[in-house]
């Protein structure tokens, strides 16, 4: 089993798109097609693979913009959480209000994403945790077999998501951190929905917001 992450920082946010593949299979998972649906094509594209799943793990308008497009050149299925799904009916007037550009819809979805899901295709199996607190139906993508998490807009590095937008709350994504993405143990490697890489280890031993909680809960 050969695994490749391919990573794409996409749209007018510099969101990051990831292609999750089995290159024994070929088959491709896109979670979050953020923008450009041609660009995310041609490197599936170029690599052989076939994209089998398209998975967002939230609905704001950065996430979700190619998920149409992307939906439609592959016929791959569409899946997010349905407490975003007024997010996801949203992106177009979300686009207009922040960006002044028209975008057609959102791709409707094909099934809803629960915790404890699996998404599979090929040898790729991603576990799906229930992680809201940026957006009511936010969920983060495990990959076991590396040791991964894709978390979406919930910890970055030295950083965690905004909990000031509609259904956003403080309490609530610091307890998706603590007690959905720190277990998963510090070896982890959390690949985010903006900027670079990091680990579960070194944002619990440096990340500021991470480190004032935990000691005020310990107090």
């Known amino acids: 089993m050969t ?12 969101t ?4 999750v593949a089995d290159t024994g299979a070929d088959d491709a998972i896109v979670i979050d097609p953020v923008d450009n649906a041609p660009l ?18 939230h609905a704001h308008f950065d996430h979700i913009m190619a998920s149409a497009e992307l939906k439609d050149a592959t016929g791959a299925p569409f899946r997010l ?50 992680t809201p607190g940026h ?5 983060s993508f495990v990959l076991t077999s590396e040791q991964t998490v894709f978390c979406g807009d919930v910890l970055f590095a030295g950083s965690i998501g905004r909990t000031d937008l509609p259904g956003g709350g403080y309490e609530t994504l610091m307890e998706s ?10 070896g982890y490697a959390v ?17 500021p917001y991470l480190i004032d909680y935990l000691r005020a809960r310990r107090d």
């Open 3 to 14: 695994i490749e992450i391919v990573k794409l920082t996409l749209g007018p946010v510099q």
């Open 16 to 19: 990051n798109c990831y292609i």
């Open 40 to 57: 995310i094509l041609k490197t599936v594209e170029q690599r052989g693979w076939r994209v089998r799943e398209i998975v967002a793990t």
């Open 81 to 130: 959480h349905r407490a975003d799904e007024p997010l996801r009916q949203a992106m177009p007037q979300q686009v207009r209000q922040l960006i002044g550009i028209d975008v057609p819809p959102a791709a409707e979805p094909d099934s809803f994403l629960v915790e404890g899901d699996h998404v599979t295709a090929g040898t790729i199996d991603l576990a799906v945790l229930f």
């Open 135 to 139: 957006s009511p139906g936010h969920v």
């Open 177 to 186: 951190i603590t007690t959905r993405l720190l277990p998963l143990g510090d």
């Open 191 to 207: 690949l985010p929905g903006h900027m670079q890489n990091t680990t579960i280890g070194h944002e619990r031993a440096t990340n």
